[in-house]
């Protein structure tokens, strides 16, 4: 199983602490504060893992992870979503939501979990 | 004797004294306190433009050269004044009503506001002035003459051509500084009024000085006068019926058609009902002003030695007399009726010149059209003061050509005859739907070339601009065209002569190509609305339909009337609408009401012309005169008023959904505050969390300790500003603020934001345009919380204006106790679709999450400004993004208790 993440985050405090956090964990972690032109970065260098936050600018995450989903090369691209406006449900796609703030340990586990997970179905 | 230098002394100080009046009258109507500046009497003073130096010194040389035949020049607007309610009632109605600005625009707006007869009754104007302001330019050089000579010891007048120039050449500053001072080119010329006004009194007062003094001082008493009028070749004078009438009635005409009497006849009118009183004031100023013409030129006669010019008795009796201080009065009554003349008649016909020859052309002339037209009001001002330059300089000319020797009766009536030519067509205009712009450019025209060649270009003397031969057999020979016997009719007197051809043909031109041609729509409907101005009914509309977008109106009109006076206007159009932004609805009414405001300063051909650009198509068709035109006026007038009625219900309807939009965006705006409030608190909040539980672990790289405790704390920082702003928004919106009024300088209180915005974006330079002396007003408000909006303001500017260079002009305007302070940027402006968002809760318009604020910052400057009694509101329409504060300069609360008290 792959180790790199891609980080879609346009807090740069928020991504900082998440770069350290699955830098610590063994990942490569690369990441990205625009959602304008997110999808191309993504397509450049599939991650293995992808940590998408909903309010970005230029483009929604909502509407990346749509994109995404629609390219049959990442039908099945474990992505995590992070979400600031409270989980009232399930954004379409996403392989798991993940309310700010959240315990660092939570982030590490989920992010090993969809890459598990996918690896375990390949 | 009276030296040279104590003269011209004299007549300085008196232009500084009336220039001294205007300005404070100009100062008393700017703050709003107009009251006697426009009562009856002062617009009666006004009228004696009519008096000029010609009246005041020509008049006795004419009774003492022909008799009582100078009485005509008063007796023609006399009868015109006696007779108002004819005629002078209703061009006074139509050039309020109208808007209009000259008697070109008069013209040339009864015939579906054409340029073409603008241009043409400019011509006309200019070419007969010309000969008047000549007229002015010799009196008062001869009368300077008259104190040169016969002294033996005294000084020697520099030259008289000199004279002339210089008197020329300053009466063109006078006229410059005093005339389009006012930026304002519309609006009424309450200085020069006053001043002139003033100037009627001194010439009256000067000339029954002169006249009591030959009656009583040299002469007699009444009956000594009578003896020697007995004596005198004025008694043997033969009265000449047709001269008589004839003069009559051409005064008659003149006070009609002379553009400055126009002027401050119609133009600058105030109240319709000052011309009742004008009616009987002004033709017993008139008789007072005549009173004495006869005693002085018969005294005069008597007394002076043979050969003396009776143009000058006015001024040579009492020097004969050794009366210098009368001698002095007489002169400064001469200057003031020559300086009075000067400065109306410049203004008048430099209006006329600016509007219907100098921007036409340069809107025609200019690329990309006159759609934004930018600044027309410079253009309009400087184009003014180049006329007047150029009146003046051609006034001078034909001095030096005519050889300043004709006397001055002669000159005047040359000018009488020449403006007359206007009559037809404005009288036409007025009480004849059927007339059409065609038969008046023709009758114009044909008139107008007569007058030339039968009148003005013989007054230049044989072997002047006409050849001896040509005077005396005709051009080429041709007996019947020669200037003074056309058509072979001879033994006429010259000027009745000319005067009977050129208004003849002119007439018959008028009358027939009127009848042979149609009007177009746009003339049938102004005609109706000359013709019928004193019917209450609803007007006919020049526009079918607005559709013209409301944001480029303003544009253009703010490059017309000035920025202020076009954003009030929308917006008092737009508040009578029921809006209640800056912006009102294009409605064809909207419409013609802008350009009636816009033809007040441009005239009504351009103005028309600026409008239809924008309007395109919407203009009136024949088939909506139809109805105006056709007997039908019943059914139109019930179906305005049901369309009244439904504008209103559309109003009404208007106001709703607009209401509707709000509550429902409101709504929408509520939920999306809850879910923004929660990513606004979450996303410092997770920083917070993350780098705290990364400080818990154990093996945290050395250097790593300082750099994330900083970001926590900054990170803490930012959700307490947060927890401040929506703490502060709620406090305000509870209207609950404890507000620390003071006092203070508005200017110390925009320093201050100045300076605390200066933090933002340190990096970029950043220009501010302000204007210090308007700054300086002292204001009592809470100090501390108008600084804040200031500051938002100013940051927000420094933060997203996105000009290479950008710019911010602040500026400030007081308008009775309210204070308005603008801020525009030179960047590309807040798009319209988000203008009415800003000022909401979390509005933050960039995506860039770095602006900073919580986007909280308009929304908490609005509730400010409701807190202080003022509002703040987005400016459309400026270039860059504009927004405008404005409130009281006291508290209005602080004011109702000053009333009770």
């Known amino acids: ?122 | 004797m009276i030296p040279f230098n104590i003269l011209v002394g004299v007549c300085l100080t008196y232009v500084i004294l009336l220039f001294g009046i205007a300005f404070a009258a100009e100062r008393r109507a700017r703050r709003g306190r107009i009251g006697w500046l426009r009562s009856p009497m002062v617009y009666t003073l006004s009228l004696s433009i009519y008096c000029t130096a010609w009246t005041f010194y020509g008049a006795v040389g004419y009774a003492a050269r022909s008799g009582l035949e100078f009485v005509t020049i008063y007796l023609g607007p006399t009868l015109v004044f006696v007779g108002w309610w004819l005629v002078l009632r209703k061009l006074v109605r139509i050039g309020r009503s109208q808007r209009i600005t000259s008697i070109a625009d008069l013209i040339s707006s009864r015939f579906g506001k054409s340029n073409l007869l603008g241009v043409v009754v400019t011509v006309i104007a200019v070419v007969a002035a010309t000969p008047y302001i000549a007229l002015q330019l010799q009196s008062v050089t001869l009368s300077f003459g008259v104190f040169a000579s016969d002294r033996p010891e005294g000084w020697a007048l520099p030259n008289v051509n000199g004279t002339a120039i210089w008197l020329a050449g300053g009466l063109a500053v006078f006229t410059i500084l005093f005339g389009t001072r006012n930026l304002d080119a519309n609006e009424r010329h309450h200085g020069v009024v006053m001043a002139i006004a003033v100037e009627a009194v001194v010439k009256l007062v000067a000339l029954l000085a002169v006249g009591i003094f030959a009656v009583w001082g040299v002469a007699d008493g009444w009956q000594d006068v009578a003896a020697r009028i007995d004596a005198s070749p004025i008694a043997d004078w033969p009265l000449m019926p047709g001269r008589w009438i004839g003069l009559t009635f051409l005064a008659g005409t003149a006070i009609l058609t002379l553009p400055r009497i126009f002027q401050v006849l119609v133009v600058e009118n105030a109240d319709e009902r000052h011309l009742a009183t004008a009616s009987w004031a002004f033709p017993l100023y008139l008789m007072l002003m005549s009173l004495f013409v006869v005693p002085i030129a018969v005294v005069g006669l008597s007394v002076l030695p043979e050969g003396s010019n009776p143009d000058l008795f006015v001024l040579t009796l009492p020097l004969a007399m050794g009366q210098e201080q009368l001698a002095m009065l007489a002169f400064l009554g001469g200057f003031s009726s020559a300086t009075s003349m000067v400065i109306v008649a410049a203004i008048a016909l430099a209006t006329m010149m600016s509007n219907h020859i100098v921007t036409p052309l340069w809107l025609y002339l200019r690329q990309g059209g006159a759609r934004a037209p930018g600044d027309v009001r410079g253009l309009v001002l400087m184009s003014r003061r180049l006329s007047i330059a150029g009146i003046m300089a051609l006034g001078y000319a034909y001095y030096s050509l005519s050889g300043g020797s004709a006397a001055l009766a002669a000159i005047g009536l040359i000018s009488f005859a020449g403006v007359a030519q206007i009559l037809p067509a404005m009288i036409g205009g007025m009480f004849w739907r059927g007339a059409t712009g065609r038969g008046a450019a023709l009758g114009l025209t044909v008139g107008f070339l007569v007058w030339i060649y039968a009148l003005y270009l013989p007054s230049f003397g044989p072997g002047g601009l006409l050849s001896e031969a040509i005077l005396t057999k005709g051009p080429f020979g041709i007996g019947w065209l020669r200037p003074h016997a056309l058509f072979g009719i001879e033994g006429l007197d010259p000027l009745l002569h000319a005067v009977f051809w050129s208004l003849s043909l002119n007439t018959f031109c008028f009358i027939s190509v009127s009848l042979l041609t149609f009007p177009t729509p746009l003339e049938r409907m102004q005609g109706l609305a000359f013709v019928n101005v004193y019917e209450q009914g609803p007007a006919p509309r020049g526009w079918s339909r607005g559709g013209a977008e409301a944001e480029d109106l303003l544009v253009m009109a703010q490059g017309i009337l000035g920025a202020h006076e076009a954003q009030e206007f929308f917006q008092k159009e737009a508040v009578a609408q029921g809006k209640a932004d800056f912006l009102p609805e294009t409605t064809p009414d909207f419409i013609e009401r802008l350009e009636r405001r816009l033809a007040g300063t441009v005239g009504a051909a351009t103005a028309h012309a600026m409008i239809a650009q924008f309007a395109v198509g919407a203009a009136v068709s024949a088939q909506d005169l139809m109805a105006v035109a056709s007997e039908a006026q019943q059914i139109l007038e019930y179906s305005t008023q049901l369309e009244a009625k439904s504008e209103e219900l559309a109003r009404a309807a208007r106001q709703l959904s607009e209401v509707n939009d709000k509550l429902r965006d409101l709504s929408v705006q509520k939920d999306a505050f809850l879910s923004q409030i929660s990513h606004e608190l979450r996303t410092p909040m997770t920083s917070i969390r993350a780098f705290s539980e990364i400080l818990m672990d154990p093996d945290l790289p050395g250097g790593m300790l300082q750099k994330y405790a900083e970001i926590i704390h900054e990170e803490t920082i930012r959700l307490t500003r947060l927890l401040d702003d929506l703490l502060d928004l709620s406090v305000l919106e509870a209207r609950k603020v404890q507000l620390s009024i003071k006092v203070a300088n508005l200017h110390d209180l925009l320093e201050r934001a100045v300076q605390s915005a200066s933090n933002t974006r340190p990096e970029r330079s950043f220009i501010y345009q302000r204007d210090p002396t308007m700054e300086h007003v002292p204001i009592i408000t809470d100090t501390d919380r108008l600084v804040q909006v200031f500051i938002n303001l100013i940051s927000n500017a420094r933060k997203y204006c996105d000009a290479a260079r950008p710019e911010l002009a602040i500026s400030v305007r007081k308008r009775g106790g309210r204070l308005t302070v603008d801020f525009i940027d030179n960047g590309s402006g807040i798009p319209k679709k988000a203008q009415r968002l800003i000022f909401e809760k979390f509005a933050r318009l960039t995506d860039t999450q770095r602006a900073g604020g919580a986007g909280l910052g308009l929304a908490i400057c609005r509730e400010i400004m409701v807190n202080l009694g003022g509002t703040i509101s987005y400016l459309p329409g400026q270039g860059g993004a504009a927004f405008r504060v404005s409130l009281p300069v006291r508290p209005e609360m602080q004011q109702r208790q000053q009333q009770a008290a």
């Open chain 1, 1 to 122: 199983m792959g180790k790199n993440v891609l980080l879609i985050e346009d807090e740069p405090h928020i991504a900082e602490a998440i770069r350290y956090v699955l830098t610590r964990d063994g990942w490569q972690v690369a990441s990205h504060a625009y959602g304008g032109d997110a999808i191309e970065v993504i397509r450049r260098s599939p991650p293995d893992v992808l940590v998408l936050d909903v309010m970005l600018p230029g483009r929604s995450g909502h509407e990346i992870l749509a994109d995404l989903r629609r390219d049959p090369a990442f039908s099945d691209l474990p992505v995590l979503v992070l979400s600031a406006r409270g989980l009232q449900h399930m954004p379409e796609g996403a392989t798991r939501v993940m309310a700010k703030p959240f315990a660092n340990a939570e982030m590490v586990s989920a992010v090993r979990a969809i890459a598990d997970a996918r690896g375990a179905r390949k």
